[in-house]
Antibody, heavy 121, light 108 residues
């Protein structure tokens, strides 16, 4: 069965960096676009970034452009989110997510359990 | 980027019908998906495409779309349907994605 498992969250000071990982299993990793979605405490869901199935295309929400980098390691079936220059407003639970079907982009039928990132001095 | 707007909160009596709307320019071109989220849990996809339900999602959940508005309906609301509901879609460029502001559904 499809499984997504995030790791790498924690407490980090403003301006520092953190790398999140999402280990994927149960499906052909190279066939699907993969996304990061976050949720600040008590707030709504926010789409963060997407990487295309072949890794050629990457898009980011405006607030993280130039600071975050999404990438995939196809040998490890793992998705990453490198987060630099972290700000207090980046504090959130970060989820990786996969489309239910490739013909319905953005319909996230699979989610990880989330990993909490807290940016605080 | 674009925005998707939802009413912050709605309430429904047990067994009655409630409809949630999601408005945004990109919905003229792309379908919305709908998610249910309960406290402390990851979101769950409940509607996608024109009106498709993933396996295991009750048929009391349905979706529709007209113009710039997508709608999600619970017909015969149950106590376990009390949750936050979010729509999402692509933005008008098709490259970016956006979530709605979320609607808290209370079952009375």
């Amino acid at each position: 069965q499809v499984q997504l498992a995030e790791s790498g969250g924690g407490v980090v000071q403003p301006g520092r960096s953190l790398r999140l990982s999402c280990a994927a299993s149960g499906f052909t990793f190279s066939r699907y676009d993969l996304h990061w979605v976050r949720q600040a405490p008590g707030r709504g869901l926010e789409w963060v970034a997407v990487i295309s199935s072949n890794g050629a295309n990457k898009y980011y929400t405006d607030s993280v452009k130039g600071r975050f980098t999404i990438s995939s390691d196809y040998s490890k079936n793992t998705l990453y989110l490198q987060m630099n220059s972290l700000r207090a407003e980046d504090t959130a639970v970060y989820y990786c997510a996969r489309d239910l079907e490739t013909r319905y982009p953005g319909s996230y039928g699979y989610w990880g359990q989330g990993t909490l990132v807290t940016v605080s001095s | 980027s674009s925005e998707l707007t939802q009413d912050p909160a709605v309430s429904v009596a047990l067994g009655q019908t409630v409809r949630i709307t999601c408005q945004g320019d990109s919905l003229r071109r792309y379908y919305a998906s709908w998610y249910q989220q309960k406290p402390g849990q990851a979101p769950v996809l409940v509607i996608y495409g024109k009106n498709n339900r993933p396996s295991g999602i009750p048929d009391r959940f349905s979706g529709s779309s007209s113009g710039n508005t997508a709608s999600f309906t619970i017909t015969g609301a149950q106590a376990e349907d009390e949750a936050d509901y979010y729509c999402n879609s692509r933005d008008s460029s098709g490259n970016y994605y956006v979530f709605g502001t979320g609607t808290k559904v209370t079952v009375l």
